[in-house]
T-cell receptor, first 113, second 112 residues
Framework: DAGVTQSPTHLIKTRGQHVTLRCSPI?????VSWYQQVLGQGPQFIFQ???????GRGNFPDRFSARQFPNYSSELNVNALLLGDSALYLC????????????FGQGTRLTVV | GQNIDQPTEMTATEGAIVQINCTYQ??????LFWYQQHAGEAPTFLSY????GLEEKGRFSSFLSRSKGYSYLLLKELQMKDSASYLC?????????????FGKGTKLSVKP
């Protein structure tokens, strides 16, 4: 069975640009969460979606948005990129929002220059 | 507030035992996870504790004391491949959302 897949694995963007990151959860999982991990830190919660609805939002500016599609895949969008947005963006999928069994994708390494 | 503390770095010798501690103060608690993360890779699940006590899984054990807000991960018979960061995370499930609150991670270096 395929695990959580994220694309792209790496990308480089310029300040002020926009980026879209994609995540496909494990088959049968309906909940997707996004985390940002800055180098040397633990992951920070950005969003949780379940059944295409936003269920939770972390302390991130409105430049960050996300959505979930009918097939439960998800996109994370970041507008007006800043240097500080450079990080590993992780997607985690679980059956339900309770997240007692969350599986992480390999992440997207975003570098903003 | 939400606060999870764990040591920044630890060093141990191959074949030895190491204990990584984690203390937490969070507004909610629905369990505590330990993840292993190799450099540049995704976190991989090691253990989940929701009740007090010790959970053993092969070379890895995890302990939880909810009254003390304390957990530890015990790694036995250390191998070189155990060199990684170990993340302590509290599950905060309230209302309709559940999110993990992570510590900064403990970088473990295993020496020959």
């Amino acid at each position: 069975d395929a695990g959580v897949t994220q694309s792209p694995t790496h990308l480089i963007k310029t300040r002020g640009q926009h980026v879209t990151l994609r995540c496909s959860p494990i088959s049968g999982h309906k909940s997707v969460s996004w985390y940002q991990q800055v180098l040397g830190q633990g992951p920070q919660f950005i969003f949780q979606y379940y059944e295409k609805e936003e269920r939770g939002r972390g302390n991130f500016p409105d430049r960050f948005s996300a959505r979930q599609f009918p097939n439960y895949s998800s996109e994370l969008n970041v507008n007006a990129l800043l240097l500080g947005d450079s990080a590993l963006y992780l997607c985690a999928s679980s059956l339900e929002p309770s997240n007692t069994e969350a599986f992480f994708g390999q992440g997207t390494r975003l570098t903003v220059v | 507030g939400q606060n999870i503390d764990q040591p920044t770095e630890m060093t141990a010798t191959e074949g030895a035992i190491v204990q990584i501690n984690c203390t937490y103060q969070t507004s909610g608690f629905n369990g505590l996870f330990w993840y292993q993360q190799h450099a540049g890779e995704a976190p991989t699940f090691l253990s989940y504790n929701v009740l007090d006590g010790l959970e053993e899984k092969g070379r890895f054990s995890s302990f939880l004391s909810r009254s003390k807000g304390y957990s530890y991960l015990l790694l036995k018979e250390l191998q070189m491949k155990d060199s990684a960061s170990y993340l302590c995370a509290v599950l905060n499930y309230g209302g309709s959302q559940g999110n993990l609150i992570f510590g900064k991670g403990t970088k473990l270096s295993v020496k020959p």
